[in-house]
C-alpha cells in the first residue's frame, strides 16, 4: 500500500487494516398445494458461485425448499502520512522558495479493495498549525 501511494517510510504515522466478512442467508418454502413445482422428483441441487470476494450458495430441494446464502469479503486500507507543502504556489526563483510560508498537513487515504464495492478511496487532509 505504501508504494502504491509513493511515499516513505519516514513520512508514515500510521498505518491500518480492516477485514470483514458480511452474509445474508434467505430461504424460500413454496407452498405444499402449488400444483406448479421448479423441481424435479428426487433431484437435489447444491452448487456454489463465487471467487475471492463473493460467495453465492444455492441449495434447493423437491417439493418446496430452496435456500441461498450470500457472503462478501470487505478489506480495507487506511494509511496517514505527514508532509510539508506551500501555503501559496510556488515562486519560480529558488532563492525565494526557500523563505515560503509552508504548513505540515497529515493525508490519510482510505483504499477498498474488493472490486465489488462502490466507495473504492477516500482521502481526508488535516492541516497542522
Not at 516513505?8 to 434467505?26: C, M, P
Not at 422428483?41 to 460467495?55: F, N, P, Y
Not at 493525508?107 to 464495492?117: A, H, K, L, R
Amino acid at each position: 500500500m505504501r508504494k502504491q501511494v509513493k511515499i516513505k517510510d519516514k513520512q508514515i504515522s500510521e498505518l491500518q487494516y480492516f477485514a470483514s466478512v458480511n452474509s445474508k442467508r434467505d430461504t424460500i418454502y413454496l407452498r405444499e398445494h402449488s400444483t406448479d413445482t421448479i423441481f424435479q422428483v428426487g433431484v437435489a441441487l447444491d452448487t456454489l458461485i463465487g471467487d475471492d470476494w463473493s460467495q453465492l450458495a444455492i441449495r434447493a430441494e423437491y417439493p418446496n425448499f430452496l435456500d441461498v446464502d450470500y457472503s462478501f469479503k470487505n478489506e480495507t486500507l487506511v494509511v496517514m502520512h505527514d508532509s510539508r507543502v506551500t501555503v501559496d504556489p510556488p515562486k519560480k526563483c529558488w532563492l525565494a522558495r526557500l523563505f515560503q510560508k509552508k504548513q505540515t498537513i497529515v493525508e490519510i487515504d482510505v483504499v477498498q479493495e474488493n472490486p465489488y464495492c462502490i466507495n473504492k478511496e477516500q482521502k481526508f487532509i488535516k492541516v497542522i498549525k
